[in-house]
């Protein structure tokens, strides 16, 4: 411990000491309900990209220390990395990408090669293939390699040669696709060569990897200047609208697969999850089949249920796999704005998309580009540690230094405390995540944004056990200080209260509270009304309707079955109406009732805590929808595709238990 602080104090590690206005916010009960666990958690990262290629020649005392502040165990504790496969410009081509964005090309070009030659490469052919480029991305590999448990190798643009415009930095028009239609096979070979060749030369194995980055968007674009060089378009990037990423899918797996590794395919790694569900529409289910792992971005916050309810209708799992932001009013490493946005991030993203793994874009920014009068006029705080990528072979620490924000204390909250393995479980606040582990409850994280203090009560009662000696214990970041541990609290009646600070993340370690109480659970005979009509659901014959909710009616009464999947958050529940008998099923594409227990008469059950639910249908992977969005008695209910939308959103309302 005493060696990392010593870390921290060089990586200019510094909280101010303002002491809150003491005052109190609302109270809020918190109440963690294991009776809906997300998938086994399987870590936190980043993307290596622009910082590694920029500090893996660093001096020593400078990248091992960065690499601690990520990876160490007192660090970040990072597990997952992403390697960007760069591109690659022609090799007459001026430096122009902005420091370290020039990731280096796998390609090894003819002599005398320039950007008007494009059809010199062939795929597998070794006199083309640099089997030892990109050396400081690759030393941040064997550095971190003890520590990461899973790898993702992915690609910004195609090399040069492959591409419409001829340059990694996007098209001319970036609206049209960049990935040259003649070149997917031969694109999808480079990147299964590159991989197959890290996984040689460092012996690691790659999971997944994932051929394009945020695809269907219009930021990329080259412009060249009165010299016919470029002058922007500073990072690699390509647009693949859902079409062309439909025809890549494919030519990636077969390449893996000829190429011997045995990483899956993931897609579409857009930017944020309503362009996520678009492409995934855009998708034939023959390549959806082809697809391992879902990854999306949230630079945009809207439809990440969406992207949930998609990817448990597909069956896949589902990464947040890169984002990262600026919070807060200029550079800053002292106070607590840029800590309280990512926390928030995460949170939001944990509850809302569930997915398997969360990782930021690259957790080192460059200094000089963040400090005032260079993005912007007060400077920004992307990144959770910056530095300059511009460090000399004779930098120290002193002269270089590297500096960490709160975002970096805030996130180690979560990182520290909701390991791999670990189940995230359902929660009724917007404010907190909280994760079990094996069956005990081990934490649960708190953001308090406020200006005042807060009291919050943990409301234990969905677990089945929790015994005379259980305790909660705060650890707490804010101005004064990060993961400061405080006195434990003992559980009383099911129930703990702890006072958290003022603009803080707090991490409630708990200790003595396991199991799961079956009375908590969803199940039983409940009235199932819709969230933007306030109308019941009914069944009309053998079709499915909403109704003005009518108190006495029966058949508005749905028994709600638990059929498969015990506790987990894609368990299968059939719904079978009270007066009827009937099954809320799927056939032909349409919303049926039936006798029939069939695959299409299960149904997989979302929440985000707030007690209304989305019904994904098992079979179809469509979710139960009002069609039309209509708010009359009578109107039909359908299947369509995940929306987000209120007409797709029950509130279930106990009738009897069991």
């Given amino acids: 411990m005493t060696r990392f602080v010593a870390l921290l104090a060089v990586s200019a590690f510094t909280l101010a000491t303002v002491v809150p206005v003491p005052a109190a916010a609302e109270p809020v009960t918190v109440r963690p309900d294991p009776t809906y666990q997300q998938e086994p958690f399987q870590g936190w990262g980043t993307s290596l990209v622009w910082f590694a290629n920029a500090t893996g020649g660093y001096p020593d005392e400078i990248r091992n220390r960065l690499a601690e502040l990520l990876f160490g165990e007192e660090g970040l504790n990072l597990g997952i990395a992403r390697y960007n496969v760069g591109g690659g410009n022609a090799p007459d081509v001026p430096p122009y990408l902005r420091a370290g964005a020039a990731v280096p090309g796998w390609w ?11 059809d010199w490469w ?11 480029a990109d050396p400081r991305q690759r030393w941040w590999v064997d550095r971190i390699k003890p520590h ?14 492959q591409t419409v415009s001829g340059y990694v930095s996007g098209g001319f028009d970036p609206n049209s696709d960049q990935l040259r239609e003649d070149r997917i096979g031969d694109f999808a070979a480079y990147l299964a060569q590159a991989t197959a060749e890290l996984e040689r030369a460092h012996g690691i194995r790659f999971a997944t990897v994932d051929p394009f980055n945020e695809p269907n968007t219009p930021y990329w674009r080259t412009t060249l200047g009165p010299d016919g060089n470029p002058t922007g378009g500073r990072q690699e990037g390509a647009h693949l609208g859902p079409a062309l990423q439909a025809k890549v899918v494919p030519a990636m797996a077969a390449a893996l697969r000829a190429g011997g590794v045995g ?26 089949a082809q697809v391992g792992q879902l990854n999306v971005h949230t630079y945009g916050t809207a439809r990440r249920t969406s992207a949930r309810d998609i990817a448990k209708g597909a069956g896949k799992p589902l990464w ?11 550079q800053d490493f002292t106070g607590m704005a840029p800590g309280l946005g990512i926390a928030e991030r995460v949170i939001d993203d ?28 007060n400077g920004m705080n992307w990144g959770v540690v910056q530095i300059p990528f511009d460090c000399g072979p004779r930098d120290t620490l002193a002269t270089c230094p590297a500096r960490v924000n709160t975002k970096f204390h805030a996130l180690r909250n979560f990182t520290h405390h909701i ?15 909280a994760a079990v582990r094996d069956t005990e409850l081990k ?33 707490v970041t804010d101005v004064r200080g990060a993961l400061v541990k405080g006195a434990a609290v003992p559980v009383k009646d099911r129930k703990a209260t702890l006072s958290v600070p003022a603009e803080s993340v707090t991490t409630f370690e708990v200790s003595g509270v396991s199991g799961v109480n079956p009375a908590a659970a969803l199940g039983g005979e409940h009235r199932l009304t819709g969230v933007q009509s306030g109308k019941s659901l009914a069944p009309s014959g053998t079709s499915l309707v909403q109704r003005t909710t009518d108190p006495a009616a029966a058949d508005q009464v749905w028994r709600v079955e638990r059929r498969a999947g015990g506790y987990d958050h894609r368990a299968q529940f059939s719904l079978v109406n009270k007066a009827t008998g009937q099954r809320i099923a799927a056939a032909g594409g349409n919303v049926v009732l039936t006798s029939s227990d069939s695959p299409a008469a299960r149904w997989v059950l979302s929440s985000t805590g707030d007690g209304t639910w989305t019904f994904v249908n098992h079979e179809t992977g469509s979710l139960l929808d009002v069609i039309g969005e209509s708010r009359e008695d009578g109107a039909r209910i359908g299947l369509y595709q995940a929306t987000s939308g209120a007409n797709q959103r029950w509130s279930a309302t106990a009738v009897s238990r069991r």
Avoid: C
């Fill in 419 to 433: 390991k791999p393995g670990d189940r995230l479980v359902k929660v009724n606040t917007t404010t907190d995540v």
């Fill in 320 to 330: 947040m796999s890169e984002v990262d932001g600026h919070w807060g009013s200029g």
């Fill in 122 to 132: 062939k795929p597998g052919d070794p006199r083309f293939f640099d089997a030892a």
């Fill in 443 to 475: 934490s649960v994280v708190h953001l308090n944004k406020t200006a005042q203090s807060q009291s919050v009560t943990l409301d234990l009662s969905a677990f089945a056990t929790v015994r005379q000696d259980a305790v909660v214990r705060p650890v």
């Fill in 263 to 288: 990483a899956a395919v993931s897609a579409p790694d857009e930017t944020n999850p309503g362009i996520f569900a678009e492409d995934w529409a855009g998708y034939p289910a023959s390549v959806r």
């Fill in 108 to 118: 090894k070009a003819p002599a005398g090669t320039t950007r008007e030659d494009t």
């Fill in 148 to 161: 990461v448990s899973r790898w993702e190798s992915f690609s910004n643009s195609p090399p040069w040669f």
């Fill in 350 to 377: 944990l509850r809302e998309l569930e997915p398997r793994a969360w990782l930021l874009w690259q957790a080192i920014e460059d200094y000089n580009n963040m400090k005032p009068g260079a993005e912007s006029p």
